[in-house]
T-cell receptor, first 111, second 114 residues
Framework: DAGITQSPRHKVTETGTPVTLRCHQT?????MYWYRQDPGHGLRLIHY???????DKGEVSDGYSVSRSKTEDFLLTLESATSSQTSVYFC??????????FGPGTRLLVL | KNQVEQSPQSLIILEGKNCTLQ??????????LRWYKQDTGRGPVSLTI???SENTKSNGRYTATLDADTKQSSLHITASQLSDSASYIC?????????????WGLGTSLVVNP
């Protein structure tokens, strides 16, 4: 998985609680992305980062925030989890905006 | 509207057989097209990337074609193996620079049986 780890790999939480997912890379790639993958949908971009403290919204950013204080770490926070945020979340990295390399994913269940 | 459609949705073949997966896209402006393989429970892995001027590109037993005129791409798998069982996703890049966006298909689920 190209030097990308995600934590936790699995999480069950309750509606209304905050959740933070972590993506860590050892490749020193500039770009980092958070996607969600749901049945019936292609991968959908939540947020992305093009450098430390430089982030931007993707197509499904409502209810999510991100932070990138170091090159290697990109955090995704669900401020108040809802059942509609039950999904598999993937982190990806790229250099120069070319091919993206994906992490192993985090399965999140919001009850 | 930018769209990527893949067919078939799912496919079952016997080990050793060949198969072809299709991707049709309606995007503008086209930048490039990628095929990813996603094993169950894992993240997608890039197989090939094709630009506007490329017609064919191979990666081992995988051969991708691109017809920019008809806006179609195919992924041909030769002599399939059990390890080829996965979802194959077509992704089209639209725009350039800071305006670049990826349009993901829903994937074709391939099962290779012994």
């Amino acid at each position: 998985d190209a030097g990308i780890t995600q934590s936790p790999r699995h999480k069950v939480t309750e509606t209304g609680t905050p959740v933070t997912l972590r993506c860590h890379q050892t490749e020193n790639h500039r770009y980092m992305y958070w996607y969600r993958q749901d049945p019936g949908h292609g991968l959908r971009l939540i947020h992305y980062s093009y450098g430390v403290k430089d982030t931007d919204k993707g197509e499904v950013s409502d209810g999510y925030s991100v932070s990138r204080s170091k090159t290697e770490d990109f955090l995704l926070t669900l401020e108040s989890a809802t059942s509609s945020q039950t999904s598999v979340y993937f982190c990806a990295i790229s250099q120069g905006g070319q091919t993206q390399y994906f992490g192993p994913g985090t399965r999140l269940l919001v009850l | 509207k930018n769209q990527v459609e893949q067919s078939p949705q799912s496919l079952i073949i016997l080990e050793g057989k060949n198969c072809t997966l299709q991707c049709n896209y309606t995007v503008s402006p086209f930048s490039n097209l990628r095929w990813y393989k996603q094993d169950t429970g894992r993240g997608p892995v890039s197989l090939t990337i094709m630009t506007f001027s490329e017609n064919t590109k191979s990666n081992g037993r995988y051969t991708a074609t691109l017809d920019a005129d008809t806006k179609q791409s195919s992924l041909h798998i030769t002599a399939s193996q059990l390890s080829d069982s996965a979802s194959y996703i077509c992704v089209v890049s639209v725009g350039a620079g800071n305006n670049r966006k990826l349009i993901w298909g829903l994937g074709t689920s391939l099962v290779v049986n012994p």
